[in-house]
């Protein structure tokens, strides 16, 4: 691809490629960052893993994690989109199209989790309609929570798992 898949007004969204490795490695070093995904140590191997994952329900499903960057830049700020996704636990979360994203604390505050999470919808709802969108949130994650509220996500379940209770929601076409 040679240039991004989606631009907002702050934001240029990209499919995932290999140049992405160190900046995901970067994005995912501040233990804060990671704190609401359970807090798993990080490092080259599990970003490695993470980008092939993003770029394999690219391959699968036609849809998938974007790579977000400050517009017009390089500079990674974070990642979103609608992915395909198996959690392994049921309750809506198997085998159906999640949305998620990460960003880097500098960002936060500031609406850009929202923004991109508009555009992937978008984009998604262009190419996918009528579709259900799952997501799931820690649930002392108050500001991702607000970005799926904004997003007209709403709740319809909870799971506990070993980082506490993960809050599901859902976007009905």
Same mark, same amino acid.
């Given at each position: 691809?040679?240039?991004?898949?989606?631009?907002?007004?702050? %934001?240029?969204?990209?499919?995932? !490629?290999?140049?992405?490795?160190?900046?995901?490695?970067?994005?995912? +070093?501040?233990?804060?960052?990671?704190?609401?995904?359970?807090?798993?140590?990080?490092?080259? *191997?599990?970003?490695?893993?993470?980008?092939?994952?993003?770029?394999?329900?690219?391959?699968?499903?036609?849809?998938?994690?974007?790579?977000?960057?400050?517009? #017009?830049?390089?500079? *990674?700020?974070?990642?979103? #989109? *609608?992915?395909?996704?198996?959690?392994?636990? +049921?309750?809506?979360?198997?085998?159906?199209?999640?949305?998620?994203?990460?960003?880097?604390?500098?960002?936060?505050?500031?609406?850009? !989790?929202?923004?991109?999470?508009?555009?992937?919808? #978008?984009?998604?709802?262009? !190419?996918?309609?009528?579709?259900? *969108?799952?997501?799931?949130?820690?649930?002392?994650?108050?500001?991702? %929570?607000?970005?799926?509220?904004? %997003? #007209?996500?709403?709740?319809?379940?909870?799971?506990?798992?070993?980082?506490?209770? %993960?809050?599901?929601?859902?976007?009905?076409?």
């Amino acid at each position: 691809m040679t240039g991004p898949e989606i631009s907002t007004d702050r %934001l240029d969204l990209w499919r995932p !490629a290999p140049r992405d490795h160190p900046a995901m490695i970067d994005l995912l +070093a501040d233990d804060e960052v990671r704190r609401h995904l359970g807090n798993r140590p990080t490092g080259a *191997v599990e970003e490695f893993n993470r980008l092939c994952r993003n770029a394999g329900s690219w391959a699968l499903y036609g849809y998938g994690i974007f790579t977000c960057r400050a517009r #017009g830049s390089d500079e *990674v700020l974070g990642i979103c #989109g *609608v992915f395909h996704s198996w959690r392994g636990f +049921a309750h809506g979360l198997d085998d159906t199209p999640e949305i998620g994203w990460i960003f880097a604390r500098k960002t936060w505050g500031q609406g850009v !989790a929202s923004e991109a999470a508009r555009a992937s919808l #978008g984009w998604f709802d262009a !190419a996918f309609p009528l579709r259900r *969108v799952a997501c799931m949130i820690n649930d002392t994650n108050l500001p991702s %929570l607000a970005v799926a509220d904004k %997003l #007209g996500f709403v709740r319809y379940d909870a799971h506990e798992d070993e980082g506490g209770t %993960l809050i599901l929601l859902e976007r009905l076409p």
